[in-house]
């Protein structure tokens, strides 16, 4: 997808949660760690699936794509730390008590 594509998208996520949230002073520095790793497991999973859906098509074996075994358990831990990752700013950007 395009550049201009993501942009809209980053925009539209910060606006959401700076809408969302404008009750309440949060840094805006925590909104924008949040809609960046947001943005980022996002992109992430869309090139995951593409290559799911290449293997499920051209029936090519996983290990073909990523080399090894260990470079598709990388590609799964690289998933999941940035799904953490995102779980964890949106956790604290949310949080009633802040010190």
Excluded: C, H
Excluded at 20 to 45: Q, T
């Amino acid at each position: 997808m395009s550049v201009v594509f993501w942009g809209l998208v980053l925009l539209f996520i910060y606006q959401l949660v700076r809408k969302i949230l404008s009750k309440e002073k949060i840094p805006k520095g925590e909104a924008f760690i949040f809609v960046l790793n947001l943005a980022v497991f996002i992109g992430a999973f869309g090139g995951f699936l593409n290559i799911a859906r290449f293997v499920s098509d051209t029936n090519t074996p996983i290990t073909t794509i990523y080399g090894s075994d260990f470079w598709n358990f990388m590609s799964f831990f690289n998933l999941l730390a940035l799904l953490i990752l995102s779980v964890v700013s949106g956790i604290r950007l949310v949080r009633k008590n802040r010190a």
